[in-house]
Nanobody, 114 residues
Framework: VQLQASGGGLVQAGGSLRLSCVAS????????MGWYRQAPGKGREMVAI???????QYADSAKGRFTISRDNSKNTVYLQMNSLKPDDTGAYYC?????????WGQGTLVTVSS
């Protein structure tokens, strides 16, 4: 599975961004897709995940502000990020879990200025 992430950028605190992740195959065949963040000098952490059944899970820091969704017809998963904070700054990576293996896309950088 190849993943292509996009949508990062520079935004002021309180602003919004939408990240997109396009998969090289039907996402209906992928058990779980998600977004992970790696802040400068820190490890990679889960932000939001969505199963092929549509169930979702969010990090506490993302609840109420971020929404993960999927468009099966476009093989794409989105992360809508609202009310962004400087702490949301980092590289955001798209992830896919399929048949016991994890796949990673390249990161897309999000910078939130105060």
């Amino acid at each position: 599975v190849q993943l292509q992430a996009s949508g990062g950028g520079l935004v002021q605190a309180g602003g919004s961004l939408r990240l997109s992740c396009v998969a090289s195959e039907s996402i209906l065949s992928i058990n779980i897709m998600g977004w992970y963040r790696q802040a400068p000098g820190k490890g990679r952490e889960m932000v939001a995940i969505i199963s092929n059944m549509g169930s979702t899970q969010y990090a506490d820091s993302a609840k109420g502000r971020f929404t993960i969704s999927r468009d099966n017809s476009k093989n794409t998963v989105y992360l809508q990020m609202n009310s962004l904070k400087p702490d949301d700054t980092g590289a955001y990576y798209c992830n896919a879990y399929k048949s016991g293996r994890y796949y990673w896309g390249q990161g897309t950088l999000v910078t939130v200025s105060s």
